[in-house]
């Protein structure tokens, strides 16, 4: 059965490309997802991808890739980084692995994005590469997992 990595992006992220060029640039979110599902098809990985304003969803899409025991997680949990517990609990819950992607470079922002409840549970984080991260993201997931199969 094929391997499936979720994407999934949080609040606010459904602008991107229509707002804040100069932070997030032009792309937009239709543009991530393609990014995302030629970085799968590389490693022949099915991508979910979704957006959703509600914490509550999130946390639905982060259990449902537990419990599917997805070969990792990409979130960009939008501004819930730098204020969820709920979410920082639901990706402690998972047993897979779960990379934080930030378009920006959230420590050369404002103090209060510099903080991220986020990152002690996430394997990793990239921030700052753009939509690139995204498939970094994946690239790395992917990785992960063809080397966790050679052990
Ligand atoms: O840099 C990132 O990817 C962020 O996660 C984006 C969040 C922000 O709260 C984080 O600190 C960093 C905001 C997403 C809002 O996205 C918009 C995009 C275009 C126009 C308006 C909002």
Redesign the pocket.
């Known amino acids: 059965m094929a391997k499936t990595i979720y994407v999934l992006n ?4 459904n ?7 100069k ?2 640039g032009h792309a937009t979110l239709k543009d991530v997802e393609k990014l995302c599902r030629e970085a799968g098809k590389r490693h022949e990985i099915a991508i979910a991808f979704h957006q959703s304003n509600h914490e509550g969803q999130l946390i639905d899409w982060i259990h449902e890739a537990g419990a599917k025991k997805a070969a990792g997680l990409v979130i ?7 204020s969820s517990v709920a979410i920082r609990d639901a990706v402690a819950a998972v047993d897979i692995p779960v990379i934080e ?6 420590f050369a ?1 404002e103090d209060f ?1 510099h903080f991220s409840h986020i990152a002690p549970v996430a394997k990793g984080t990239l ?2 590469f753009g939509i690139m ?1 995204y498939a970094l993201a994946i690239d790395g997931l992917a990785a992960l997992n063809a080397s966790e199969r050679r052990s």
């Open positions: 949080g609040p606010n992220l602008l991107l490309g229509t707002r804040e060029p932070t997030y960009n949990p939008g501004g819930y980084t730098h992607v930030h378009i920006s470079n959230i922002r994005r921030s700052g991260g």
